[in-house]
């Protein structure tokens, strides 16, 4: 049992789990036969990566960032029963507007899957006369109605929370321009019926910690625990050969999710290994998607690294909770409402 408690969550003994090494000091630990993912996984797709990842049925489903050997990323679902191999369907997720047509953007990245209630809601990056946030809904992972897109141009990083909030669906995104933008805060938004999209207060920017000094944005879905809502996310720096995608963690206030508890100083994971540090892009690790277990405080982390491969790692709630407070680095500008 863990001391912190995992709220509104699923028991999940299928979870896939590592036990940490002995001796690893940090409080992410990967999986050993990483990345699960490799390069062509199928025919015409050359990468997958940033992709995200739910139980469903008997085992898990997952939307997938998969680049087609034209260059251009489409998501396309995928089926596992261990969370770790993987099939794929053949086609590009057919979503379609509310009239039954055919929808699908002219390119999609970055998707974040997440169950609230009884549908399931996918978020995705997309050309909306620049880059911006796409939203669409399924039941049955065969429907997937587009919904109105959110925001106005320029935006990404488009993560929901698994639940309403005094009524409200919550979501956070990361305003940006439409190339390689060089900064970013995190800002939530609410809105009644998942179209209209108001209330937008800002959580956090980037901090003085070096491994996020440019520009930060959300990563997985948030997790409710007892100590608030625990949020795994990405942070970046700038260097003489580009940028650095770093791993890190938040706890933000379970009623009022725009204020920070805290925030780690440190970083939760960085790249290191050959998959993170040489690929596509070099030194990107992207954290799109858990799984946790209730019972056991289990997290399971996928994450995207390099573009070009999907990595799990592994940690658990207690760990998490306990090196983000021990870390603290939260300020007033994390704590405070975020309206001006
Ligand atoms: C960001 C996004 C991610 C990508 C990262 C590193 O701007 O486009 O999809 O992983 O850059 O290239």
């Known amino acids: 049992m863990s001391k912190v408690k995992i709220i509104n969550g699923t028991t999940l003994p299928n979870i896939p789990w590592q036990d940490r090494p ?9 999986y050993t036969e990483n990345p699960i993912i490799d390069r062509n996984p199928i025919p015409g797709i050359a990468r997958i990566f940033n992709s995200s990842v739910v139980p469903y049925e008997d085992g898990f489903i997952g939307v997938f960032r998969a680049e087609a050997t034209d260059g251009v990323p489409f998501l396309y679902l995928g089926r596992s029963k261990d969370g770790i191999r993987w099939e794929y369907e053949n086609n590009v997720i057919p979503m379609v507007n509310e009239k039954g047509e055919s929808a699908i953007p002219f390119y999609q990245y970055d998707p974040r899957l997440i169950k609230i209630e009884d549908d399931y809601y996918i978020v995705w990056c997309q050309d909306f006369y620049g880059a911006s946030l796409g939203v669409a809904k399924t039941h049955d992972f065969k429907h997937f109605e587009r919904l109105e897109n959110p925001f106005i141009p320029f935006n990404r990083n488009g993560v929901l929370f698994p639940r309403k909030i005094n009524g409200m669906y919550k979501l956070l995104s990361r305003p940006s321009d439409s190339g390689h933008t060089p900064f970013g805060d995190i800002f939530i938004s609410e809105s009644p019926d998942m179209i209209y999209w108001g209330k937008h207060r ?28 625990l949020l795994i996310y990405h942070g970046v720096c700038n260097t003489c050969n580009g940028y650095v995608y770093t791993i890190g963690g938040a706890i933000l206030d379970i009623d009022e999710p725009s204020k920070v508890l805290y925030r780690s100083k440190r970083y939760l994971l960085t790249p290191e290994q050959w998959y993170e540090e040489r690929g596509f892009v070099p030194n990107v690790t992207f954290p799109c998607s858990t799984l946790q277990d209730d019972a ?45």
Do not use: Q
């Open 22 to 30: 002995a001796g690893h000091n940090l409080p992410v630990w990967r």
């Open 202 to 229: 800002h959580v956090m920017g980037p901090s003085g910690n070096w491994w996020e000094g440019m520009k930060i944005g959300g990563g997985a879905n948030p997790i409710e625990t007892s100590e608030g809502w």
């Open 296 to 340: 056991t405080g289990r997290i399971a982390l996928y994450y995207g690294c390099a573009d070009s491969y999907v990595g799990l790692a592994f940690t658990t709630v207690d760990t998490l909770v306990d090196y983000i407070k021990e870390n603290d680095g939260a300020g007033w500008n994390d704590h405070d409402l975020g309206r001006r």
